[in-house]
């Protein structure tokens, strides 16, 4: 059974960077699209990055340019490394496939961006 679970988030001030981590286990990662998904307080959920099985990414207009996402398929881990954060980016992480399985919605990882 596929299990999806996220780590580091945390606090950081405004400009401050954080990587965040995925690891799978129980599949063969490299077979997926992959995403990582943000939902802040009173807002829907929303895709912030994506990778796709052949390595080709996409990205949020909000968080081009500042998030990186990369995947290592040999240790089935997701990651999405974040820099010049900003209070807007405050939110629970939380890594999926994609298009999202809603039976893989994990606990996430909060993240909150504020000095």
């Known amino acids: 059974q596929v299990q999806l679970v996220e780590s580091g988030g945390g606090l950081v001030q405004p400009g401050g960077s954080l990587r965040l981590s995925c690891a799978a286990s129980?599949?063969?990662?490299?077979?997926?699209?992959m995403g990582w998904y943000r939902q802040a307080p009173g807002k829907q959920r929303e895709l912030v990055a994506s990778?796709?099985?052949?390595?080709?990414?996409t990205y949020a207009d909000s968080v081009t340019g500042r998030f990186t996402i990369s995947r290592d398929n040999t240790n089935n881990m997701v990651y999405l490394q974040m820099n010049s954060l900003k209070p807007e980016d405050t939110a629970v992480y939380h890594c999926?496939?994609?298009?999202?399985?809603?039976?893989?919605w994990g606990q996430g990882t909060q993240v909150t961006v504020s000095s």
């Open positions: 999926n496939f994609r298009p999202p399985v809603a039976m893989y």
């Open positions: 990778i796709a099985s052949d390595g080709r990414t």
């Open positions: 129980g599949s063969i990662l490299r077979l997926y699209d």
